[in-house]
Each structure stands twice: as structure tokens, then as C-alpha cells.
């Protein structure tokens, strides 16, 4: 199972989590892994592309199944809110992917636990 972690403070996401596999399918064929995949690197990348922003990100070298985007606070406000918006819609995606796929994937996030704004 992939199991998302959301550690947040008073102004936004702090660090994001993802851990482990689905085991939906073969090898190159589970499509809740694939969907993980895209939707977190495919972010980390908006942020760095799109923002100017190097994430701070831990992967695991071999086998896949981790990464940690630990987000530090831009001095440039703006900047800032773009990167938080960027990392709440990875959230609101997971969530959604959690919703329609229970049984490979759990996220834990105060803001979103039950799939809804608390």
C-alpha cells in the first residue's frame, strides 16, 4: 500500500511523504503507482520549472516506493504561495486517488482526513 503523509504548520504544507507501493498490478502495469508517480514528480518539476524553486527532496535510489518533499519557506511571498498551492493540489490529487482506489492507497493529512476539508 502507498501511504502519503502530510505534515503541515500554521502557513502551509511543511513536508509531503510518500511511501511504499500499491500492488494494483503487474510490474509496470499498476496504475495507482504510475498515477502517484506522475502526479508527485510532475509537480516537484512544476515547482523547480515553473517557480525557480529547487525542491528539497529524498528519494529512494533503487526500487522507487519514497519520496520526502520537505518545503521550506520562500522569502519571496508570492513565491511562496505559488509553491504551497502547487503542493496542496499534489494533496487534493492523492486524495482523490485514494477515494477511488481505498485499498492500495492512504492519505493522512489533518486538513483532508475523511477526503473532505475538516
Known sequence: ???VDIK?????IAELTIAGHANAG???????????????IGTLNAVH???GIRPDVEMAEKGGGFIRW???PHENAD????QQLLAESVVVTLVAISQQYEKYITVNDPKW?????S
Open 8 to 12: 503541515r504548520t500554521d502557513t502551509g
Open 1 to 3: 500500500m502507498v501511504t
Open 79 to 82: 513565491l511562496e504561495g505559488k
Open 70 to 72: 520537505t518545503l521550506h
Open 49 to 51: 520549472q515553473l517557480l
Open 26 to 40: 503487474k510490474h509496470g502495469q499498476d496504475i495507482v503507482c504510475a498515477s502517484v508517480s506522475a502526479v508527485s
Open 113 to 117: 482526513q475523511g477526503g473532505a476539508l
